[in-house]
């Protein structure tokens, strides 16, 4: 299967762009749902660095900083894709607090840039939230787990989920597994009780 291109015909098709929020890494993973055989296909996924976005436009972050300026990035990124496979539905990793404050404000000033780019690029879609204790015990790893290991191999065990040799889990990080996941929870959870 070449990258991108779904094996699921158009009309059968539930496709889903998936995002694993993060300050300094954004996962994002593209799912396509077969809703007649209840298949699911990852026909593409990468990792977003911020250093790399901030390395192309230096110019936003000697004006605004670069926190403000990965956040902006992120956004634009986000809306280029969305743009290019034209989703059913975004869903996200939502943020908690934890034990660090500061990281939950900025990582809630990246949902909401992702939020702001789901809105240009459709005001009438909405940016489906996934808890990540969710989208954990959907795939069957303990909520409150931090073995970020458990969760390719919990999705690689799934034999309604297929990959093509570029969207691979062992070819990336735990931000594209967990953008997986995320989109996995929502298949099942969402899409899959729904008559079509």
């Known amino acids: 299967m070449d990258v991108g291109l779904s094996p699921v015909p158009f009309e059968r098709r539930f496709r889903i762009l998936s995002v694993d929020p993060g300050t300094n890494r954004m996962g ?4 396509d749902h ?3 055989d ?3 296909y990852v026909i593409w996924a990468k990792t977003i660095r911020r250093e790399h976005l901030l390395r192309e436009k230096p110019w936003i972050a000697e004006v605004h900083g670069d926190p403000e300026a990965a956040v902006f990035l992120y956004r634009e990124t986000l809306l280029q894709q969305l743009n290019w496979w034209d989703p059913c539905a975004v869903v996200s990793e939502v943020p908690y607090m934890g034990r660090f404050p500061k990281a939950f404000q900025r990582l809630t000033e990246v949902v909401t840039a992702i939020r702001f780019a789901v809105m240009e690029w459709d005001i009438n879609a909405k940016l489906n939230p996934v808890e990540p204790s969710a989208a954990k015990k959907n795939i069957g790893v303990k909520g409150k787990s931090g073995d970020k290991t458990l969760i390719p191999l919990a999705i690689k065990k799934r034999k309604d989920v297929h990959f093509d040799t ?6 990336h990080d735990e931000h594209v597994h967990d953008a997986v996941a995320v989109g996995l929870c929502y298949i099942d959870q969402c899409v899959k009780i729904i008559p079509y």
Do not use: R
């Open 34 to 36: 077969d809703i007649e």
């Open 28 to 31: 994002l993973a593209v799912l």
């Open 166 to 171: 570029l969207s691979d889990l062992d070819k």
């Open 38 to 40: 209840d298949q699911t």
